[in-house]
């Protein structure tokens, strides 16, 4: 009996858990000066959609550690474009234009349902912050997460770029 209890509540934890919701919110004011060019993570997933939606959570989560940023939007290609797989050229180029020292771009490397019985949302990324002026890669991360229970991409994502942007090195030394 005592067993079954444990295991029922072991099991409405679980459930509970993939009904937990997470908001973030962050801001920068108006008159603060961006130093970091936040470039759409290349996608390596067969979801045509993940490379912006987990930049646009890496993006919260940077201004969250109240770092201001400039998304790219090149001149020719129109806002919202997918600028993945954009070449380091045109990546740097952008930040000279914008007179930003760093680069923060990467790699989402899995964004998915298992095609297992569970179906749980895995995510993996990777983001490499790079000085402008030298080219040089001064930090980089990789992370992955599957997610239990009823969890979602999002909040995987979520759970996954906190962890990553909390050991992002800010200012860079």
């Known amino acids: 009996m005592i067993l079954a209890k444990r295991l029922l509540f072991i099991w409405t934890a679980l459930v509970l858990t993939g009904c937990a919701s997470d908001v973030f919110d962050a801001h920068q004011s108006a008159d603060c000066t961006p130093r970091l060019l936040l470039w759409q993570l290349d996608n ?3 979801d045509e959609f993940a490379s912006k939606a987990v930049t646009e959570t890496i ?3 940077v201004l969250k550690r ?3 940023y400039r998304a790219a939007t090149p001149a020719e290609k129109a806002p919202g474009a997918d600028l993945s797989g954009s070449s380091w050229e045109d990546i740097k180029a952008k930040a000279e234009e914008l007179h930003l020292p760093y680069i923060l771009t990467g790699t ?11 179906g749980d949302p895995t995510v993996g990324i990777t983001l490499h912050l790079t000085d402008v002026k030298s080219g040089n890669i001064i930090w980089q ?5 599957v997610g239990l229970g009823a969890s979602s991409l999002s909040s995987v994502t979520l759970d996954v770029a906190k962890k990553i942007i909390a050991r ?5 030394k």
């Open 44 to 46: 390596a997933t067969q």
């Open 59 to 61: 993006g919260t989560l």
């Open 66 to 68: 109240g770092i201001a």
């Open 108 to 118: 989402v490397q899995e964004y998915r349902y298992q095609l297992d019985v569970n």
């Open 141 to 145: 991360a990789s992370g992955s997460d």
């Open 168 to 172: 992002m090195p800010w200012p860079p």
